[in-house]
Structure formats: structure tokens, C-alpha cells
């Protein structure tokens, strides 16, 4: 793709610093790389495995400060300002691209880009006024939801319309946000979602299909092995079209709503590795954050293959007794050195298991300690 290739013990710029910068860190350093973040927040949690650089995400001062001496960028969150990465991306290679970042950054250019390439997305309909949500309304109808066209993680920004006589709350509750889209509510049997690595050479590595839960909409549990060889393949087809659209470099998660028939639409694209795909760490060959950092540097991307059937379980709002679940056989914690707060992602088991039977009782006693600490308990 005509960038250098960084050297051995290279310096990567990560734009933000929560625990997914923190664990490409700790990815990155037994392959001898260096890292500086550049987060808000001084005691980011990925400062323990790096050098961090403390400022707005989009302040050019932060970025020069960030990009000094290091030899490429990526980012771990998609809301990074696109003019701030598209800054760097002038002095340093920048993988993923500014166009995979904005694109993810737009709900309606996300559903656009599905529609060039012939893949499924609910219907849907730019609103930007309260007429337009009414018009929008008698074409898409009811059930839907209406949604930010940016932001809005974990089941922020959105609100369910039941019937068109919602409409009227539904603009009053969001239209001050700005720019919205509605779309159809697909019925839905599961949230799945794959994750797909690409190199700079254009090398693909997929991962399997996870089953999602969520509850309030945030993310609680992911779970792998999910489905047929039929799905992972049409999961993947989907994956690899989008990589290829976007010239995209690094992981990209791709979260889907299956249906009756079986088939696969799209939801929503994340430029970057992903919740759902932390049970790579200890349950596939090759972890989604080492092969992030693998595509960036241009070097062979590793085998995304399970290693043994699995399940993650975030920890939302405080932590769970340590030492009961390191007790549990198959059960690795990670703790995101985070302070304790209502529907904040702290931390996350991964469960293993040689077979589904005993994943199923393993992950009945993970998720009955975890249970045990209220959310809004301190650690």
C-alpha cells in the first residue's frame, strides 16, 4: 500500500486510551512494541502500558505530541474526530483509514455503503426535521426506532416507536441532538457479530460468528461457537466486501441481526477491535488485538481459529469477587483498572471449556458471581 513498514520495537500512536488501547498494549508488547495514547482523561486505563498523552482527541497540539517519534496510528474508538486522524494521516501512516472512520461515524453512510454492495440493512430514512420524520414514518411505518446518526453507544440516543402517534415524543426527545435516522426494527431471532482483520496486503483473516446479549442496550455476554458453516461463510462474504469497499486495514467488526430465515442484516460497523471480540484473547489462535497491530505494522496476519468453545461476560459497573471467579475451572479476568460506576464496562471474564455442556455450567457459575455484586457496588 506504499507505506513504510515500521521497524522491530516501532512506536504506535493510539488515538484513546480506554481498556481497548490498554489491551492493544499488552497485545504489543511481547512483539517489543511501543505505545503513547492520547486520551481525555488522565487516568485512562491504557497509561499502564504505554505512555499517555493527555488531551482532546481532536486538539492539533495533543496530536503532534502523540505522533512525536512514533511510526504509525490507529485509534481504539470510533468517535475520534475524522479531521484529527485525516491531521495525522499527512506525517504518518494511519490504519485504519479517515474514510473507514467516518464512514462507521454516520448510521446513514453505513447503511449506504451496504446498499452499494447489495448487502441487507433495515430500511431506513435520513430525518432532519420533524416533517421529515413524519414523512419518513409513512413510508417505513412502525415498529421502528429513531437514532443519532452519530454517537449513541450502548443503546444511547435512540428512541422506540411503537406507532406513528410516537412520533411527536420521539422528536422531542432526540431532534435537539441534531441530524437522526429512523429504521425499520427488524425482527430479529439473534444479535451476532463478526470480526474480520485485513493487512496491508490485502491478506483477510475472519473470525468465527459470536451470539450477542445485550440487556439495556449494553453488551453482557458473547459466546462462540454460534452458528453453521452456511452463516460463518455468508457472515464472512459480508465482511470481506466491506473491508475490500473501504480499503479498510486492521479489525473490523461488523454487528448483524439474524432472522427467521436465517438470513444476516447488517446493524451497525465499528472501524476498530471490539467488545464482542474480546474472547479472542484467550480462546482463538490469534487474538483481535495482536492481528490489529499485525495489520498495521504489515506484517503476516495470525490464525483467527478457535481454540475451544467460549463465552465473555462484561463486568458492568463494579467488578466480581476475584477469588471466586478464578475458582471457576476455564474462567481468566480482566480487570480494566477502572473506577466503579452504574452501566460502565470494567472488566470481562472469558470462560473456556473443551465442550458446550460443561461451557454451559461454567458460565452459569461466572455469571452467578458476577450477579452477586450489585452494578453500582464499589469495588
Not at 413510508?139 to 402517534?165: C, E, H, V
Not at 460497523?269 to 498495521?296: D, K, Y
Request: aromatic letters at 4%; one cysteine or more.
Amino acid at each position: 500500500m506504499g507505506e513504510p513498514i515500521p521497524p522491530p520495537r516501532a512506536c504506535v500512536a493510539v488515538l484513546g486510551g480506554g481498556q481497548l488501547g490498554r489491551m492493544l498494549g499488552l497485545a504489543g508488547i511481547p512483539m517489543g512494541l511501543r505505545f503513547r495514547f492520547l486520551d481525555p482523561v488522565a487516568g485512562a486505563p491504557a497509561g499502564a502500558v504505554g505512555d499517555l498523552v493527555v488531551g482532546g482527541l481532536g486538539d492539533r497540539a495533543a496530536l503532534d505530541r502523540v505522533a512525536e517519534g512514533a511510526h504509525v496510528v490507529t485509534y481504539e474508538w470510533e468517535g475520534v474526530p475524522a479531521d484529527g486522524a485525516r491531521y495525522l494521516a499527512d506525517r504518518l501512516p494511519l490504519f485504519p483509514s479517515a474514510r473507514s472512520l467516518a464512514v462507521s461515524q454516520d448510521r446513514v453512510a453505513e447503511k449506504r455503503l451496504c446498499g452499494d454492495l447489495g448487502i441487507a440493512t433495515a430500511p431506513f430514512a435520513a430525518v432532519d426535521d420533524r416533517a421529515a420524520l413524519h414523512s419518513a414514518l409513512g413510508t417505513i411505518g412502525t415498529p421502528a426506532i429513531l437514532k443519532t446518526r452519530s454517537g449513541g453507544y450502548d443503546g444511547k440516543g435512540q428512541f422506540r416507536l411503537d406507532a406513528p402517534g410516537d412520533a411527536d415524543a420521539a422528536w422531542d426527545a432526540l431532534g435537539p441532538l441534531g441530524h437522526l435516522v429512523l429504521e425499520a426494527r427488524v425482527a430479529f431471532t439473534r444479535e451476532l457479530s463478526v470480526l474480520a482483520c485485513r493487512g496491508r496486503d490485502g491478506e483477510v483473516a475472519v473470525y468465527p460468528v459470536a451470539a450477542n446479549i445485550h440487556e439495556g442496550g449494553i453488551l453482557r455476554v458473547s459466546r462462540v461457537p454460534t452458528v453453521g458453516r452456511s452463516s460463518q461463510a455468508a457472515a464472512a462474504a459480508i465482511a470481506r466486501r466491506l473491508l475490500e469497499a473501504l480499503d479498510h486495514v486492521g479489525v473490523l467488526c461488523v454487528e448483524l441481526f439474524e432472522t427467521g430465515d436465517g438470513s444476516l442484516v447488517v446493524n451497525e460497523l465499528a472501524p476498530r477491535v471490539h467488545n464482542s471480540g474480546h474472547w479472542t484473547i484467550e480462546g482463538a489462535v490469534t487474538s483481535q488485538f495482536e492481528n490489529h497491530l499485525r495489520a498495521i505494522l504489515g506484517l503476516p496476519l495470525g490464525a483467527p481459529t478457535l481454540v475451544m468453545p467460549n463465552a465473555m461476560v462484561n463486568c458492568i459497573g463494579a467488578l466480581p469477587d476475584r477469588e471466586a471467579i478464578l475458582g471457576i475451572a476455564g474462567a481468566h479476568l480482566h480487570d480494566y483498572d477502572k473506577s466503579p460506576r452504574a452501566e460502565r464496562k470494567v472488566g470481562h471474564v472469558t470462560v473456556l471449556a473443551d465442550d458446550e455442556a460443561t461451557l454451559d455450567e461454567r458460565l452459569d457459575r461466572v455469571e452467578h458471581v458476577i450477579r452477586a455484586r450489585p452494578s453500582h457496588a464499589a469495588s
